[in-house]
């Protein structure tokens, strides 16, 4: 480590809306608190119809700045009658519920439509977000191409950062799924990449792929972490990353603790030239 090079602490973390596939919530604001890192890029956040944005909630906890993508309207589901003690749901396998029910981008299944979990769910909205305890010098959003089959738009939250007097460019996104058209969206993603070449970068999220996969996506960047981080009680995959430029160090990279969710949030020290 330089002795003057400034560091920054990243996290990212897919949040499941908050609850697990039985419905139940958990408390993802005191455990991204404890986290300790100093910018968030969130996937899967949800907040009440009603409510302010759950980034808006976190930043005021931290005492930072947020900025919010609404993806995706529809509705969470309450908790499950006397649940087992697991996080998900196998038959959510099959059925595809898996207490979240986004519908604003693609009709839901007729059976999921009339079903109970769905008529008592609460309103609300599926976004992505990214909070930051360094100052946010400017941001914009880049919305991907729409893709047939999936239930939420898909954007790239781009976010400029003064850490200590240099400038940072963070991007957090949650990737479509291979089957559903992810490599048009790769190849959107890789020419916002080259037309910020002028500064370090970090790209932070849920790319529905393992490393190698991302990592020949995108040959611009390479991999902060390289730890299994998917599902959350057995891991066996890596889907969530912290990708940087080529002029950023990594100090110290891991997977967290658990926030929850059904992935677990991995993080990385990272020193800026």
Known sequence: MSAMAPTVTVATANLHGGIDAWGRPFDAL?????LRAEVYCLQECWSDEGDAPF???LASALDAQWRDVPLATGRRAQPHDNPPATWHR???????DHGLYLESERALAKN????????AGDPGTFSLALVSRHEII???VVYLDKLRRDRVRRALLIVELNVDG?????ISTHMAHLTHGAPRHFAQLRKVIRSRRDQ????GGDMNMWGPGVRAQLPQLRRAVKAKTWPSWGPHSQLDHLLISRDLDVIDAYVSSNVGSDHLPVMAVLELP
Not at 30 to 34: F, H, I, K, T
Not at 166 to 170: F, G, K, N, Y
Not at 200 to 203: A, H
């Open 30 to 34: 005191d455990a991204l608190v404890a």
């Open 55 to 57: 980034a808006s909630h």
């Open 90 to 96: 196998r038959k959510s396998f099959f059925d595809g």
């Open 112 to 119: 999921l439509a009339a079903s109970p979990r769905y008529v």
């Open 138 to 140: 400017r941001h914009e």
């Open 166 to 170: 240099q400038a940072l460019t963070v």
């Open 200 to 203: 370090p970068l970090v790209l």
